[in-house]
T-cell receptor, first 112, second 113 residues
Framework: KQEVTQIPAALSVPEGENLVLNCSFT??????LQWFRQDPGKGLTSLLL?????REQTSGRLNASLDKSSGRSTLYIAASQPGDSATYLC???????????FGKGTRLHILP | GAGVSQTPSNKVTEKGKYVELRCDPI?????LYWYRQSLGQGPEFLIY????????DSGLPNDRFFAVRPEGSVSTLKIQRTERGDSAVYLC???????????FGPGTRLTVL
């Protein structure tokens, strides 16, 4: 059974710092991996999606990497801003039309 | 354009009551998913519809939970004899095709007293 683990569970950093969120998964035979953002009272927003054949994806200040063989992914946020405060969820799918399997998330707080 | 909408946004009920949660997917999206998110946890899959039929209902925790999508658009998640452990945020997502990106609604927060 696939399990997704995220470390740390919570993180507080001063504004302007670069930071890394970590994700690991137990079954490396994934179809794709996504990073989502969740704000209180709102739905999930997909930030980056990495197909199993890819190594990384970038969007603005965000960069996600995937090491499928070792079952790891990282989300790098450059020059953090208070507006980046949210919960970040790592998630995988195992097949083309499969459900998403989520980690528990990392609660990020950027200090102004 | 309009995103995925869910009603009600909040629902408070008493133990043993029946509840219905509604999801309106993005127009034209054929795939619809229900997830449940308990406090401090990531969302957990409940059921997936492709069109009108449930393609995968392996995440439904027991037979008190049931979902329908009679016309291939709006879906209703039904919970009978609610228990306090059913308290969670119920999220709905839709996609244009099964392998496409899933777009999530804001969720319904269910509280069972």
């Amino acid at each position: 059974k696939q399990e997704v683990t995220q470390i740390p569970a919570a993180l507080s950093v001063p504004e302007g710092e670069n930071l890394v969120l970590n994700c690991s998964f137990t079954d490396s035979a994934i179809y794709n991996l996504q990073w989502f953002r969740q704000d209180p009272g709102k739905g999930l927003t997909s930030l980056l999606l990495i197909q199993s054949s890819q190594r990384e994806q970038t969007s603005g200040r965000l960069n996600a990497s995937l090491d499928k063989s070792s079952g790891r992914s990282t989300l790098y946020i450059a020059a953090s801003q208070p507006g980046d405060s949210a919960t970040y969820l790592c998630a995988v799918t195992m097949n083309r039309d499969d459900k998403i399997i989520f980690g528990k998330g990392t609660r990020l707080h950027i200090l102004p | 354009g309009a995103g995925v909408s869910q009603t009600p946004s909040n629902k408070v009920t008493e133990k043993g009551k029946y509840v219905e949660l509604r999801c309106d997917p993005i127009s034209g999206h054929t795939a619809l998913y229900w997830y449940r998110q308990s406090l401090g946890q990531g969302p957990e899959f409940l059921i997936y519809f492709q069109g009108t039929g449930a393609a995968d209902d392996s995440g439904l925790p027991n037979d008190r939970f049931f979902a329908v999508r009679p016309e291939g658009s709006v879906s209703t998640l039904k919970i009978q004899r609610t228990e306090r452990g059913d308290s969670a945020v119920y999220l709905c997502a839709s996609s244009y095709r099964p392998e496409g990106s899933q777009y999530f609604g804001p969720g319904t927060r269910l509280t069972v007293l």
